[in-house]
């Protein structure tokens, strides 16, 4: 695997991250509004947000699995044939 495809699978995972972190984050600062707020509480901008947040995960899902496939194809592998050594009995 070249540098490039190291450096997307990286800047892939970190954009990974950092969504994860982002949902996390959103979690905390709707716990501490709600709490203050009560009733006044914006619960379906806050859902929306989460909808958001679902979707980018999902596009980082996406497409991790369709760098991973151009990266095995690029080195001539046939993404369903490999298996992982951790998977081997």
Same mark, same amino acid.
């Given at each position: 695997?070249?540098?490039?495809?190291?450096? $997307? /699978?990286?800047? %892939?995972?970190? +954009?990974?991250?950092?969504?994860?972190?982002?949902?996390?984050? &959103?979690?905390?600062?709707?716990?501490?509004?709600?709490?203050?707020?009560?009733?006044?509480?914006?619960?379906?901008?806050?859902?929306? $947000? /989460?909808?958001? %947040?679902?979707? +980018?995960?999902?596009?980082?899902?996406?497409?991790?699995?369709? &760098?991973?496939?151009?990266?095995?194809?690029?080195?001539?592998?046939?993404?369903?044939?490999?298996?992982?050594?951790?998977?081997?009995?």
């Amino acid at each position: 695997m070249g540098t490039v495809e190291k450096e $997307a /699978r990286r800047a %892939m995972n970190r +954009l990974r991250r950092s969504v994860e972190k982002a949902e996390r984050e &959103l979690d905390a600062v709707s716990d501490s509004i709600r709490h203050a707020e009560g009733v006044d509480f914006p619960v379906g901008s806050y859902d929306q $947000a /989460r909808e958001w %947040m679902r979707l +980018l995960q999902d596009f980082t899902r996406q497409e991790s699995a369709r &760098l991973q496939m151009k990266i095995l194809e690029s080195g001539g592998l046939e993404p369903g044939r490999i298996r992982r050594a951790s998977s081997v009995e």
